[in-house]
């Protein structure tokens, strides 16, 4: 299986911009769907960008859609997330997960945890108002 690491989490101030990092070991990233999860204190997990990239499609959460940006890129094995527009409510651990040959096709099923076999360790991210 594969193994995920997240980094590039910080403090950053309302309306800045950070990227997260998500570096793949044991396996190439070509046939798998990665997603990006936040998880804010005393709140559930929820899923906010993910990319399918045996076709490059990508979903987001309503609340990040045109301030944060999924990308794959093979040649790193790495999926980023850039974060523009940074708003407090951002403020949460962000991890990184994969699945093999996961062929989702809709927004709903990309987004959700339950979709995942492998997961990263978290990176926090903490937005100062």
């Known amino acids: 299986d594969v193994q995920l690491q997240a980094s590039g989490g910080g403090l950053v101030q309302a309306g800045g911009s950070l990227r997260l990092s998500c570096v793949a070991s044991g396996s190439t990233l070509d046939h798998y769907s990665i997603g990006w999860f936040r998880q804010a204190p005393g709140k559930e997990r929820e899923g906010i960008a993910c990319i399918e990239n045996y076709d490059g499609s990508t979903y987001y959460r309503d609340s990040v859609k045109g301030r944060f940006t999924i990308s794959s890129d093979n040649a790193k094995n790495s999926v980023f997330l850039q974060m523009n527009s940074l708003k407090p409510e951002d403020t949460a651990v962000y991890y990184c997960?994969?699945?093999?040959?996961?062929?989702?096709?809709?927004?709903?099923?990309?987004?959700?945890?339950?979709?995942?076999?492998?997961w990263g360790q978290g990176t926090l991210v903490t937005v100062s108002s």
């Open positions: 997960a994969a699945d093999k040959d996961a062929y989702y096709n809709d927004e709903e099923t990309c987004l959700a945890g339950y979709s995942y076999r492998n």
